[in-house]
C-alpha cells in the first residue's frame, strides 16, 4: 500500500473503519446505533458516500435486518459490510453462520463493550470465544483480525474485504471499545473503484445479478437437505478453513528472541502488555510480547515454538480469560500459561500487568 | 381429430411458461404454490425481464422456490427476505426484486424486517401467501391462524384468549405512507388466477417507478396442514378464510 505523508489524519479508530471502507470500494453497509461504535455510520452518513463513490449507506431496523442485508448485498457479489457492538453482534450471529454456509463474503466490525447481557458500554475483549469458536450455530470458522491501533482499523478494513472476498466467508474486524474511541495518526488507504458489474460477474459467477442466457441460474442458499450433499458442503468448508489456517495467519513478535517471559494479548491488551514489558526489561526481566493479529487462524505454530525456548507465558485479557485456552492449547503443557485480566470495562494497567507477570510466574 | 392436428402448433392454446423448469415440485396435492409459481414464471416471460429479476425465498414451503423457476435467487434467513431484498434492491436498482413469503415468514419471525422495509418504501415486491398455517413444519398455529381453527399447535382450535386474533399484515401495511399497493388475492378458481396474475405483474411493475413497496397477499390452501381434501380446502377457504381476508384491494396509488 503506497503511503501519501498528505494524508496523515488523526482520526478515532470508528471514524478511520468508515474512511477505510469508502476508500476500498465498499458498496454497502447498512447498520444500527449502538455504543462505542456509533461513528462508523455517523461517519458515513456525514461523508454521503453515495453522493461521490456511489456506496449506499443504510441505517437498518436491527442488527438482525443489518447482517441479513449484508447477507443480501454479498449474495450479488457486493462488498458489503455492517458494525456493532457485542449485544449487537450476538444478534447477527444466525446471519453470520448462514453467509458461512452460504459461502458469501462480507466484513462485520465489533467493537466490544463488556458483557454479558446489555452489560456496559466500556471497553472489553470477551467476545473472543464469540468470534472465534463460531457464534452461530454449525461447523464454521470465521477470519478474525484484531486490530491494535487506529491505523490497524483503516487498514484491516481494507484487509478483511480482500480476506473475504479471497476465501468466501465472513470476516470480522474485532476491536474494543478503546481502539474505537481513542485518536491517532492515521494514513488513509488509497481509493479503490467500486467494482464494475462485469468484473463480479466475471470474477464471482456465483453473484445473483441476474441471470444470463448463458448460464444457468444462480441461487445463493445454505440449505442443503441431501445429507451427503451437506457434508460435502462441510468438507469443502473444513477444507478452506484448513488453508486459511496455513496461509493467513497474521501475528507481531516483541523481544521474543532472548525472552524468557512472554506476554500474549490483541489489541488494546497488547498495547498495555508491551509497557509492561519495557517496565520489566528496565527491571532485568527478559520479557516478550507476542501480539495474535488474526484470532482466527490463530498464531498456534508461533507460540508453540516459542513454548520450547521460554520458561512461562502470561496472557492478558479484558475478560474472564478467553484466547488464554488457546495458548494453552498451542503450549500444550510444555511451559506454565498463566492468565490475568479484567472485566466489566476494566482495562489492566502496565504495572498491574507486570505485578501479576511477578506474582505468577517469576 | 387425429393425434397430429391436437399438437399442431396453430391449434396451440396454452403452453407452460419456459421460466419454470422441469423439476418436480415438493409441494403438497391442492396447495396453490404450485399456481402462484406458475403465474410468477409467466409474467417473468411475458414482462421478458428473466435477466432482471432477482426473487428472494423464504424460509417454510416456499422454501424451495429457487428450484422451480430459472431465475438468480437468494434464499434467506426465517423472515430476513426484505432485508435481503432491500440490499438487493439498493444495489441494483434496475433490477426487479421481490420477496416470496408465507404467513409465518412474514406475519410471525420477519414482522419486523417486513414493516420496515414498507416503511422505507423499498422498491421491491412481496408475494405474501396466506394459509393460516405453518405448512412445511407439520401444520403447528400461525399468527394468521383464525380462531378455533386446529392446529397441531392448537389442536382444541386457536383461543383468542390466550393466543389473540388472527394478524392482518395487508391492512398494516396499508397504513404505511411507504406503499404504495396493497391487495388480496386468491388462485383457487380460473378468474382469480387471472386477477392474481395481474396482480402480481402490476407490482413488479410498481418496483420499477419509483413508487415504493407493493404487496400481493395470495390467501392460500393447506391440504395436509387443514388436514382436508384439496376440493375441501378450497371450499373451506372461502367459507372460512376469506371473511377474515376479504379480497380485494386494500390500497392502489
Not at chain 2, 41 to 55: F, P, S
Not at chain 2, 60 to 71: E, H, R, S
Amino acid at each position: 500500500m503506497t503511503r501519501n505523508k498528505e494524508e496523515v489524519t488523526l482520526l478515532k479508530g470508528n471514524e478511520a473503519i468508515a474512511h477505510a471502507a469508502i476508500r476500498c470500494g465498499c458498496d454497502g453497509y447498512f447498520g444500527y446505533p449502538i455504543t462505542p461504535q456509533s461513528e462508523i455510520l455517523e461517519t458515513l452518513m456525514a461523508l454521503e458516500p453515495w453522493k461521490t463513490t456511489g456506496m449506499v449507506v443504510l441505517q437498518a431496523e436491527s442488527e438482525v435486518a443489518s447482517i441479513n442485508m449484508v447477507y443480501g448485498a454479498a449474495g450479488c457479489g457486493k462488498k458489503a459490510m455492517t458494525s456493532s457492538s457485542s449485544p449487537g453482534v450476538s444478534l447477527m450471529q444466525e446471519g453470520i453462520s448462514y453467509m458461512a454456509g452460504a459461502e458469501l463474503p462480507g466484513v462485520i466490525v465489533n467493537v466490544m463493550r463488556g458483557g454479558p447481557g446489555l452489560g456496559t458500554i466500556q471497553p472489553s475483549q470477551a467476545d473472543y470465544f464469540q468470534a472465534v469458536k463460531g457464534g452461530g450455530h454449525g461447523d464454521y470458522k470465521m477470519i478474525t483480525l484484531a486490530p491494535a491501533s487506529v491505523q490497524e482499523m483503516a487498514d484491516f478494513t481494507v484487509l478483511a474485504f480482500e480476506l473475504a472476498f479471497k476465501y468466501l466467508s465472513p470476516a470480522m474486524i474485532l476491536a474494543d471499545g478503546i481502539i474505537g474511541q481513542m485518536m491517532e495518526k492515521v494514513v488513509l488507504p488509497p481509493y479503490q473503484p467500486r467494482m464494475a458489474e462485469t468484473e463480479i460477474r466475471e470474477k464471482y459467477p456465483w453473484a445473483t445479478l441476474g441471470k444470463t442466457k448463458d448460464r444457468a441460474p444462480n441461487y445463493i442458499s445454505s440449505l442443503e437437505l441431501v445429507t451427503e450433499e451437506m457434508e460435502k458442503i462441510n468438507l469443502r468448508l473444513q477444507a478452506r478453513y484448513r488453508e486459511i489456517e496455513k496461509s493467513e495467519v497474521r501475528c507481531e513478535k516483541l523481544l521474543c528472541d532472548d525472552a524468557e517471559y512472554v506476554f500474549v494479548a490483541f489489541g488494546t491488551m497488547a498495547r498495555v502488555c508491551q509497557k509492561a514489558m519495557e517496565l520489566a526489561r528496565a527491571e532485568g526481566i527478559k520479557a516478550g510480547l507476542v501480539r495474535p493479529i488474526t484470532l482466527f487462524p490463530y498464531p498456534v505454530d508461533i507460540i508453540k515454538e516459542l513454548s520450547t525456548q521460554i520458561k512461562g507465558f502470561l496472557t492478558v485479557e479484558m475478560s474472564a480469560g478467553q484466547m488464554v485456552e488457546d495458548v494453552r492449547l498451542a503450549v500444550n503443557g510444555k511451559v506454565p500459561v498463566e492468565f490475568y485480566g479484567k472485566m466489566g470495562g476494566i482495562v489492566p494497567s502496565p504495572d498491574e500487568v507486570l505485578n501479576a507477570l511477578k506474582t505468577k510466574l517469576l | 381429430m387425429k393425434i397430429a392436428d391436437i399438437i399442431n402448433p396453430a391449434n396451440l392454446v396454452y403452453e407452460k411458461t419456459t421460466v419454470m423448469n422441469d423439476t418436480p415440485m415438493h409441494y403438497c396435492p391442492g396447495c396453490s404454490h404450485g399456481v402462484i409459481h406458475k403465474i410468477l414464471g409467466e409474467i417473468i416471460q411475458e414482462m421478458d425481464i428473466q435477466e432482471k429479476t432477482i426473487g428472494i425465498a423464504p424460509v417454510g414451503c416456499a422454501v424451495f422456490a429457487y428450484k422451480y423457476l430459472d431465475i438468480d435467487w437468494q434464499q434467506a434467513a426465517h423472515g430476513r427476505a426484505p432485508a435481503l431484498a432491500t440490499a438487493v434492491k439498493r444495489l441494483l436498482p434496475d433490477r426487479y426484486v421481490f420477496t416470496y413469503q408465507g404467513d409465518g415468514d412474514l406475519a410471525a419471525i420477519g414482522t419486523a424486517e417486513t414493516i420496515h422495509a414498507c416503511n422505507r418504501g423499498e422498491n421491491i415486491a412481496i408475494i405474501y401467501v396466506n394459509n393460516g398455517i405453518y405448512g412445511m413444519t407439520g401444520g403447528q398455529m400461525a399468527p394468521t391462524t383464525l380462531p378455533g381453527m386446529k392446529s397441531t399447535t392448537s389442536p382444541n382450535g386457536r383461543d383468542v384468549s390466550m393466543e389473540g386474533l388472527p394478524l392482518d399484515m395487508s391492512k398494516l401495511l396499508a397504513q404505511l405512507d411507504g406503499v404504495c399497493y396493497v391487495t388480496r388475492q386468491s388462485v383457487h378458481t380460473v378468474a382469480s388466477v387471472k386477477k392474481a396474475k395481474k396482480a402480481i405483474r402490476k407490482a413488479l411493475e410498481n418496483s420499477m417507478l419509483n413508487k415504493g413497496t407493493s404487496i400481493v397477499e395470495i390467501v392460500s390452501t393447506c391440504s395436509s396442514g387443514w388436514r382436508m381434501t384439496p376440493a375441501e380446502s378450497n371450499n373451506w377457504m372461502v367459507e372460512n378464510m376469506f371473511p377474515t381476508y376479504p379480497m380485494g384491494d386494500l390500497k392502489d396509488i
